[in-house]
């Protein structure tokens, strides 16, 4: 059974930074993308980024794209998404979520985390 664990999320000032982590315990990773998603209040879930098995390709939704960064470290089974220039419709629960392939639909994705909260604001 995979677990996935989150950390790192917070409350951040607008145009403030903050780094996830997703650690997948006693599992390999190095097989599997690896992605974040994410749920606003009243909202419904909406995809964030994702990472290929070698790390090779990356997909960013336009929300995002040029503020976040997701990279991973598959020695350490873990998947960073670095969050800069934060703004305050970046509050969401975020989730790491993993599959055999990158998709931009929650449904396709087997494993979820737990959700860890970030706050953007002033």
């Known amino acids: 059974q995979v677990q996935l664990v989150e950390s790192g999320g917070g409350l951040v000032q607008p145009g403030g930074s903050l780094r996830l982590s997703c650690l997948a315990v006693e599992f390999t990773l190095e097989y599997y993308a690896i992605g974040w998603f994410r749920q606003a209040p009243g909202k419904e879930r909406e995809g964030v980024s994702c990472?290929?098995?070698?790390?090779?390709?990356?997909y960013y939704s336009d929300s995002v794209k040029g503020r976040f960064t997701i990279s991973r470290d598959n020695a350490k089974s873990t998947v960073y998404l670095q969050m800069n220039s934060l703004k305050p419709e970046d509050t969401a629960v975020y989730y790491c979520?993993?599959?055999?392939?990158?998709?931009?639909?929650?449904?396709?994705?087997?494993?979820w985390g737990q959700g860890t909260q970030v706050t953007v604001s002033s």
């Open positions: 990472i290929n098995q070698s790390g090779e390709s990356t």
């Open positions: 979520v993993l599959d055999g392939a990158c998709s931009e639909f929650a449904f396709e994705y087997d494993y």
